[in-house]
Antibody, heavy 123, light 108 residues
Framework: EVQLVQSGAEVKKPGESLKISCKGSGYTFSIYWIAWVRQMPGKGLEWMGIIYPGDSDTKYSPSFQGQVIMSVDKSINTAYLQWSSLKASDTAKYYC????????????????WGQGTQVTVSS | EIVMTQSPGTLSVSPGESATLSCRASQSVSSNLAWYQQKPGQAPRLLIF???IRATGIPDRFSGSGSGTEFTLTISSLQSEDFAVYYC??????????FGGGTKVEIK
């Protein structure tokens, strides 16, 4: 069974750094893109960007370029999303999701999704 | 960037009735459109890809149609577990991949 398991909830202060994780299992992690999606409280889904575990090729949404860094350690089937200086406006739930195995790298939809990591930034 | 617009924002439907949700793209995305369902407190779940192909395990009361810029998700005979928020997502022209703002289907 393809599964993505994300790290637990975080409570941080503005200005602090943070790295959350997403571990894949049940499939060949290195050959399927991993995307990150933000969901602010009571709001919809926002696509942040995508990373290819095989070579760490990364594509960011313009809205998130320079705000976060995506990385991956394919030796342990884990993708990461990190911030160097959190803001209160980063408070949200963050989901990782993987390219559906029957989709292509050009035309991809996402399945399954991780359970989400709640990030709360408050002084 | 392709902007996806969903309507209505909220749809009130009685159990057993059908629901029709719309998704419009700011430019043609061919049939490169997916639909996701999100229940409160849960992660999104893939329902439809290729505008009309049901994902594995999705009941046939869910159907998708459309191409180009106009798409529809129809849920026939709504069950209690179908009350949720539904999102469309285009994957024709990216980055960025873009989602619609969502349609909440609530119990009337």
């Amino acid at each position: 069974e393809v599964q993505l398991v994300q790290s637990g909830a975080e409570v941080k202060k503005p200005g602090e750094s943070l790295k959350i994780s997403c571990k894949g299992s049940g499939y060949t992690f290195s050959i399927y893109w991993i995307a990150w999606v933000r969901q602010m409280p009571g709001k919809g889904l926002e696509w942040m960007g995508i990373i290819y575990p095989g070579d760490s090729d990364t594509k960011y949404s313009p809205s998130f370029q320079g705000q976060v860094i995506m990385s991956v350690d394919k030796s342990i089937n884990t993708a990461y999303l990190q911030w160097s200086s959190l803001k209160a406006s980063d408070t949200a739930k963050y989901y990782c999701t993987t390219q559906a195995q029957h989709s292509s790298s050009r035309y991809m939809w996402f399945d399954p999704w991780g359970q989400g990591t709640q990030v709360t930034v408050s002084s | 960037e392709i902007v996806m617009t969903q309507s209505p924002g909220t749809l009130s439907v009685s159990p057993g009735e059908s629901a029709t949700l719309s998704c419009r793209a700011s430019q043609s995305v061919s049939s490169n459109l997916a639909w996701y369902q999100q229940k409160p407190g849960q992660a999104p779940r893939l329902l439809i890809f290729g505008a009309s192909i049901r994902a594995t395990g999705i009941p046939d009361r869910f159907s998708g149609s459309g191409s180009g810029t106009e798409f529809t998700l129809t849920i026939s005979s709504l069950q209690s577990e179908d009350f949720a928020v539904y999102y469309c997502q285009q994957y024709d022209n990216w980055p960025p991949l873009t989602f619609g703002g969502g349609t909440k289907v609530e119990i009337k």
